[in-house]
Nanobody, 116 residues
């Protein structure tokens, strides 16, 4: 069964850090582009970061560049998103995505709340 499961979300104060994980099962992420998206209530879903199959190329949104780091671990079939220096504007549901040209899988999302 194909599945993507996000974990690691929660409540953190501004300036704090969180680490999100995306665990895949039923398929091998080594042949998929892995991405993180986020969506806040009333706002459009936006791309946070994408990473090619080898992990040699990562594209970060300007709003998170320098604060977030995406890491691919193909042998463990997982992707992690280290989020540092979090801001209230980072509050959103974060979704993991695995994509080929003709195949796309989405996780159910994990809530990240940044508040004092």
């Amino acid at each position: 069964q194909v599945q993507l499961v996000e974990s690691g979300g929660g409540l953190v104060q501004p300036g704090g850090s969180l680490k999100l994980s995306c665990a895949a099962s039923g398929f091998n992420i080594s042949t998929y582009v892995m991405s993180w998206y986020r969506q806040a209530p009333g706002k459009e879903r936006e791309l946070v970061v994408s990473m090619l199959t080898t992990g040699s190329s990562a594209n970060y949104a300007n709003t998170v560049k320098g604060r977030f780091t995406n890491t691919r671990d193909n042998p463990k079939n997982t992707v992690t998103l280290q989020m540092n220096n979090l801001k209230p504007e980072d509050t959103a549901v974060y979704y993991c995505k695995a994509a080929r040209i003709s195949t796309t899988y989405w996780g159910q999302g994990t809530q990240v709340t940044v508040s004092s």
